[in-house]
Structure formats: structure tokens, C-alpha cells
């Protein structure tokens, strides 16, 4: 008899990230001599700031590719502990860091660390399309809560506590969000850390706000489980490397976690990182300024094309579209777009609550955005008669 190869029901759960399977398209596409504009996925245009490239480099030539500390190289720890201190002036240990594989690595820690079979994570609705499939990989069940577009995207401490049952053992928070760009202030994080339920904040897109700072967990409570990284903010985003804070009597259960499913990050990924940390300020500082007119351009162009705006993106490099006087089915609206108009955008579906929508991403060069916003312009008479603008 042959043996049976069947997955397991929590692999069978997960589902497709619809924004890469509109990239990987696109790429097919390309193989085949076609020119796309790329706004479905959050990947900056930017090249990995020079002083990083110089300590990777650096790195490889005296031999440093070796396996490191399962929890990191102390010095990048410490340099995460710096980063706290000097940006939002709280403390914190060295010791309570651990370095990852990126933030879906330190998630991927957390969700094995808090999750038993039936266990439940909270998760914000719209959110970033992973987050359920990571609940679900480790057989958990991912459960929501709305954010409302005319409230900015807040999210509202009264219907988070509605929303948890006795099953919920993590409460994830996302600020600057994923997809709606949204930034909660420091008395939402307050309240949320104020519920008795683990928060795992990702902040992966600090650093990337347009007004105010996105204030971190940690300014809230230092009971939290804290994600961030290089990827978005430094152009690393192929580097995967990033880090978690955690309270310290979790460290030593994650820290057998990280030496049996990964060992350790990657070594010259560590060194790259500590160089960003200690000299890349600048880089951001101007990868952040550009971000700002790019957004402003998209947010024009695409309110001009007769997309609604609910609210405006305040952080991260996202805009969150409604395209439903076009097609409530965003699957297939982005599919046409893309085989019509050689335009890549992020289908709504993916996000849980934004069906109808689209995600457009600003990480691209301002001159791409602008030919996006010209295709489409070109496209839409063809596609939605009485749109001819």
C-alpha cells in the first residue's frame, strides 16, 4: 500500500498571499518582455544603504560567516537596546533581545512560544494578510476585530476587549499598519496593554511616518512582545534580518525555539544590521523624506482617477484604496489591471476586511508611480465605461 502523503489541516489553512501571487504574474509577465509598474508589493526601489554594504563586505572578508549566538551578536543586541533608548527613551535590557530571521522569524518564535491547538490570536481587521496564516501554521485560530476607516483606522480598546474570548492568548497590534498606513497614538497602546491578554506589537514600519512618530509598545508597558527589523526602513528587505523584545523570563523558551528551527540569524545579515543601526540615520532620514512626495503624488493621481481615500496613509508606504465603483471582487479587478493596464496593485481580499479595496504602495520611484497612474488613467474608460477622466 502506498504511504500516505497527505499535509496536515494546518497547512491546508493556510491560505495564498494574493499581493504575491499578483507579483510573481507580474513577473512571468516580464520574462516575457513586458514592462509592469510595481505597486502590489512593500519592497523599496532603494538600494541597501553604502556603510551597510561596506560592513557585509567587511564582514565576508575576515571570515566572520560562521554561525553566531543563538539569541545574536551581543553588540547588535546592545545596539537594539540603544535604538529604544534613543528613540523613544525607555530601557531596555540587551539581555531581553533576541535576533531573527527577519519579523516573520521572531512571529514565527511567538506563535510557537504562546500557541497550544485551539489556541486564538487577535488579530486587527483589515490587517496584514500573513498574520492569520501564522496563527493557523501553528494550529491556532485567528479571530478579528474591526478598525473603521472613518475613525482613521483606530483601533478601538472597547471592541478589542469585545472581542476576546478565554481561548485568546495573544493580541497582535500593527502601527504604522499594514495595509491601512494607520499609526495608533500612545493612549490606544496603553488601554490594549491594559486588557490581561500578551500583545505582540510588530513595528516593523517605525521610523516610516509622515507627521507624528509612531510610538512604540514599550512606551506602554514593558510586558509586550516587541517585532521590528531592518527590512522596510533600511532597504534590507532581502537581508532578512530583524529582532525581538521580550519580557526576560521568556527569553530562555525562546531561545531553545530559536537554536532548534533556526540556530541562529544569519552572521553577515547581524553585521549589516549593526552598521545600519550605529551609521545609517542619514540614509533614512532621506529614504523617508522621498517616501513623502511619492505619497503625495499617489494620493493625488489616484483621487484624480476617482478612487475614495477613507484615510490617509500616515506611516509605512501604503494607500488603501476603494475601488468598488469598479468591481467588488478585488481579485479580479487587480488581475485585470494588471493583464490590461501592466500595473501591479494588492488586491483588498488579502487584508480581511477591504474587499473592494485596493493597496497601492509607494515604495516604488516617483517616476514608476507616475506611470502607474498614467496607465490606469488610460485603461479606466476601457474598463468602467463613464470613468474617461
Known amino acids: 500500500m502506498p504511504p500516505d502523503f497527505r499535509i496536515s489541516r494546518s497547512a491546508a489553512a493556510v491560505a495564498p498571499f494574493l499581493a504575491m501571487d499578483i507579483l510573481e504574474r507580474a513577473q512571468e509577465l516580464e520574462r516575457e518582455g513586458a514592462d509592469i509598474v510595481h505597486l502590489e508589493v512593500g519592497e523599496p526601489d532603494f538600494d541597501t544603504p553604502a556603510c551597510v554594504q561596506r560592513a557585509a563586505e567587511a564582514a565576508i572578508r575576515e571570515g566572520r560567516t560562521h554561525y553566531t549566538h543563538s539569541l545574536g551578536l551581543w553588540e547588535l543586541r546592545e545596539a537594539v537596546a540603544q535604538h529604544y533608548h534613543t528613540e523613544y527613551g525607555v530601557r531596555v535590557e540587551p539581555e531581553r533581545v533576541l535576533i531573527t530571521t527577519g519579523t516573520s522569524g521572531g512571529l514565527a518564535l511567538l506563535m510557537a512560544l504562546l500557541l497550544d491547538p485551539g489556541d486564538a490570536v487577535l488579530l486587527p481587521d483589515p490587517g496584514y494578510a500573513c498574520y492569520p496564516n501564522f496563527v493557523r501554521a501553528f494550529h491556532g485560530e485567528p479571530l478579528r476585530f474591526p478598525t473603521i476607516a472613518a475613525d482613521g483606522y483606530r483601533y478601538d480598546p472597547a471592541a478589542v476587549h469585545a472581542a476576546l474570548t478565554p481561548r485568546t492568548r495573544a493580541l497582535i497590534v500593527n502601527s504604522p499598519s499594514n495595509p491601512t498606513a494607520a499609526v495608533q497614538d500612545l493612549s490606544t497602546l496603553e488601554a490594549l496593554a491594559g ?60 531561545q531553545r525555539l530559536q537554536q532548534n528551527l533556526f540556530i541562529c540569524a544569519g552572521s553577515v545579515a547581524q553585521y549589516a544590521g549593526l552598521a545600519a543601526l550605529r551609521e545609517a540615520g542619514d540614509d533614512v532620514q532621506a529614504m523617508r523624506a522621498e517616501y513623502a512626495l511619492r505619497r503625495d503624488v ?43 493596464a501592466r500595473v501591479g496593485v494588492g488586491p483588498g481580499r488579502d487584508f480581511g476586511a477591504a474587499e473592494g479595496y485596493l493597496r497601492f504602495s509607494f515604495a516604488s520611484a516617483r517616476d514608476r508611480i507616475e506611470e502607474g497612474l498614467r496607465r490606469l488613467r488610460d485603461w479606466l474608460p476601457h474598463a468602467h465605461p463613464g470613468m474617461d477622466r
Open 298 to 340: 499617489l494620493l493625488r493621481g489616484l483621487r484624480d482617477l476617482g478612487f475614495g481615500i477613507p484615510a490617509e496613509p500616515r506611516g509605512a508606504y501604503y494607500v488603501l484604496a476603494d475601488a468598488r465603483h469598479l468591481d467588488g471582487d478585488s481579485v479580479r479587478l487587480a488581475r485585470r489591471i494588471l493583464e490590461e
Open 195 to 254: 486588557l490581561g491578554v500578551p500583545v505582540i506589537s510588530d513595528e516593523i514600519y517605525h521610523g516610516l511616518t509622515y507627521g507624528s512618530c509612531a510610538p512604540s509598545m514599550l512606551q506602554a508597558t514593558d510586558r509586550c512582545f516587541v517585532l521590528d527589523g531592518f527590512s522596510k526602513r533600511y532597504a534590507m528587505t532581502g537581508w532578512r534580518i530583524g529582532w525581538l523584545v521580550a519580557p526576560r523570563e521568556y527569553v530562555p523558551a525562546l
